[in-house]
C-alpha cells in the first residue's frame, strides 16, 4: 500500500507528528491512501456496532448514552482526520474529500448534540411539536448518517485505488507567476456578477430573475479574495494594503444580506487562501474559532433583521439597500438591548438547532417506514437540460417547500432533507448506499481535480473546486436533486469553458 507523508519542510504541530510517516510517501497531487482507509475501516467498525445496538431494546439510559456517544464521536473523530490531514498537506484543505470529513463533524456530529446537551427550553422544543421525535428515533438518524458516511468513504476509497500518474507539470514545484493575474480576474469578473447582478436583486433594485449559472458565480469575488490573501502572504509588497482596502466593503455587503451562510464564506476564503501560502495550522484554527463565534454572535441579528425586513416588504429578504442600512445601524446602536431581548423572547438555541437535521431525517424514515416512499429522483435527467432550451424546466426547489407544506400545513419555508434521508426516503437502506457510494465516487475524483488544480496553482479552475468544495460541505444538506445531481452540470460545464477557451487560445497562437 503506497502511503502519505508531508511534503518536505512541513511544520507539524505535536499531536500531529508522531504516526504520519507510517503512510509511506506519495506525490502532493493524489489523496493520501491510508487515512481514507484507516478511516474507512474503523468507520465501518462504528457503524455496525451503532446498528447492532439501535436494534436492542434500550433503557433510556442507553439511548442516553448512545445518542451522546455517537454524535460525539462523528464529530471529534472526523475533525481529527480532517486536521490531521490538512495539517500534513495545506492543499488537501481545498478538497471536497476533507470538506465532506468538515460536513460530518459539524452537521452530523456537532449539531445532533443539541438534544441531549441542549438546554431545557432547547430540548423541550427539539423533542416536541411537528418536528419532533423520540430519543429511538433519534438513534436511528445516527445509524443513517454513519451508514451514509461509510458509503461516502467507500466510493472516495475506490477512486483512491488507482492513483493517477503525475503529469510534468504537476512534478515541479507549483510556480505562483499565474497567481496574480488570476486574482485579478477573479475580482473583476465577481465584482461584476456580484455589483452589477446579483446585489441589485438582492436589495430590491430591480426584479430581474436570475437564472441558476449566475447564482452560481456570486462567490466569484469572495475566491478572489481568497487569492488576495494568499498574495499578501506569500508575496507581501502592496498586495497586504490592496487586500485591506476592497475586504472591508465587500464584507460589509455580506453582512447587509444578513445570511450567516454568506458571511461564514466570505471570512473563510481569504483564511483557506491564508493557510494555503504559509502552512501554519496554529492561525487557521484560532481564526476559524472565532470566525464560529462571531457567526454565533451574529444569530440573533440576523433573526431580528428578517423579523424587520419582513415587516417592512412582506418578505424575509426583501429590503432595499438604504433599508438594510438602517436596520443595521439600529441593530449595531442597539445591540446589548437587542441580543438581550431577543434571547428573553425565544431562550431557544436556534443556532444550534439549525446545525442538526435530525428532526427531517427521522420524518423521511418515519414515512419509508410507514409504506409512503417518496420519489425524488426520477426526473434527474431535467438538470441536465439547460433552461435556455427549455425555459419551462421545473424548479427543484420545490421540493423542499413541498416537504415543509407537508410537515406543518403551512408554506414560508425551504426545508433541506440530507442526501442521505432522501435515499432512504426514496429506496430504503439500499437507496443511502447507492446514492452514498456514487456522491463518493464524485467526491473522490473532484478531490484528485482538486489537488492538480492548487498544487499547480492554475485558480483559472478555481471556482470548479469551490463548487465541488461547497457540495460536500453544505449540499449534502439538501435533496439528491438539488445538492448533487443539480450541481454536476455547473462543475462540467465551467471546466469544460476554460478547456475550450485555452485550446482555442493555443490554436490561435499556433495559426
Avoid at 478511516?39 to 439511548?63: C, D, E, H, M, N
Avoid at 495545506?90 to 452537521?107: G, K, N, R, S, Y
Avoid at 462571531?294 to 425586513?309: G, N, Q
Wanted: glycine fraction near 10%; proline fraction near 6%; aromatic fraction near 10%.
Amino acid at each position: 500500500m503506497r502511503g502519505w507523508v508531508a511534503p518536505a519542510g512541513t511544520r507539524w504541530p505535536g499531536p500531529f507528528r508522531a504516526g504520519t510517516a507510517a503512510f509511506g510517501s506519495t506525490a502532493g497531487s493524489v489523496l493520501p491512501r491510508g487515512p481514507i482507509y484507516l478511516t474507512f475501516l474503523v468507520l465501518t467498525v462504528v457503524t455496525l456496532g451503532a446498528s447492532i445496538l439501535a436494534s436492542l431494546p434500550l433503557s433510556s439510559a442507553g439511548l442516553q448514552i448512545l445518542n451522546t456517544a455517537v454524535p460525539s464521536a462523528i464529530a471529534i473523530g472526523f475533525s481529527g482526520m480532517a486536521l490531521w490531514l490538512v495539517a500534513g498537506s495545506p492543499a488537501l484543505i481545498w478538497t471536497p474529500a476533507v470538506m465532506f470529513f468538515a460536513h460530518l463533524a459539524v452537521f452530523r456530529g456537532l449539531g445532533p448534540l443539541v438534544y441531549v446537551m441542549g438546554t431545557e427550553e432547547t430540548r423541550a422544543k427539539v423533542f416536541s411539536g411537528v418536528w419532533g421525535l423520540s430519543p429511538e428515533e433519534l438513534l436511528t438518524t445516527h445509524v443513517l448518517n454513519l451508514v451514509g458516511a461509510v458509503s461516502v468513504l467507500a466510493g472516495i476509497a475506490l477512486v483512491t485505488l488507482r492513483a493517477p500518474r503525475a503529469t510534468a507539470a504537476e512534478r515541479v514545484a507549483a510556480r505562483d507567476s499565474g497567481v496574480p493575474a488570476a486574482a485579478v480576474a477573479l475580482l473583476l469578473v465577481g465584482a461584476l456578477v456580484r455589483y452589477g447582478l446579483v446585489l441589485p436583486v438582492t436589495f430590491g433594485a430591480t426584479e430581474n430573475h436570475l437564472p441558476g449559472s449566475v447564482l452560481k458565480l456570486r462567490f466569484l469575488l469572495d475566491l478572489a479574495f481568497a487569492l488576495l490573501a494568499y498574495l499578501a502572504v506569500r508575496r507581501r509588497g502592496g498586495w497586504p494594503l490592496l487586500f485591506w482596502v476592497l475586504f472591508p466593503p465587500h464584507l460589509f455587503t455580506l453582512v447587509l444580506e444578513f445570511k450567516k451562510s454568506a458571511v461564514v464564506i466570505g471570512l473563510m476564503l481569504p483564511v483557506l487562501g491564508a493557510y494555503l501560502a504559509n502552512g501554519r495550522l496554529r492561525p487557521l484554527l484560532l481564526r476559524t474559532l472565532a470566525i464560529g463565534c462571531l457567526i454565533v454572535m451574529f444569530h440573533p441579528a440576523v433573526k431580528s433583521a428578517r423579523a424587520e425586513m419582513t415587516f417592512l416588504s412582506g418578505e424575509a429578504f426583501g429590503a432595499t439597500f438604504s433599508q438594510r442600512v438602517e436596520i443595521l445601524h439600529g441593530l449595531v446602536a442597539g445591540a446589548p438591548r437587542s441580543a438581550s431581548a431577543a434571547m428573553a423572547a425565544k431562550p431557544e438555541q436556534v443556532g444550534w438547532i439549525r446545525l442538526s437535521y435530525a428532526a427531517q431525517q427521522a420524518i423521511a424514515m418515519r414515512w419509508h417506514d410507514a409504506g409512503a416512499p417518496q420519489d425524488t429522483v426520477s426526473d434527474a435527467w431535467k438538470v441536465f437540460v439547460p433552461r435556455l432550451f427549455w425555459p419551462e424546466k421545473p424548479t427543484f426547489s420545490e421540493l423542499g417547500r413541498d416537504f415543509y407544506i407537508s410537515v406543518t400545513g403551512s408554506d414560508g419555508a425551504l426545508f433541506g432533507l440530507t442526501v442521505f434521508a432522501d435515499g432512504y426516503l426514496n429506496h430504503g437502506w439500499s437507496g443511502v448506499l447507492a446514492i452514498g457510494f456514487l456522491t463518493g465516487i464524485f467526491f473522490g475524483l473532484t478531490s484528485q481535480f482538486a489537488l492538480r488544480v492548487v498544487n499547480r496553482r492554475d485558480f483559472a479552475l478555481l471556482p470548479a473546486v469551490f463548487l465541488a468544495m461547497d457540495m460536500a460541505l453544505r449540499e449534502m444538506n439538501s435533496w439528491i436533486l438539488t445538492g448533487i445531481v443539480g450541481q454536476i452540470p455547473f462543475f462540467i460545464a465551467y471546466v469544460a469553458l476554460i478547456n475550450l477557451s485555452r485550446f482555442a487560445a493555443r490554436r490561435g497562437a499556433v495559426g
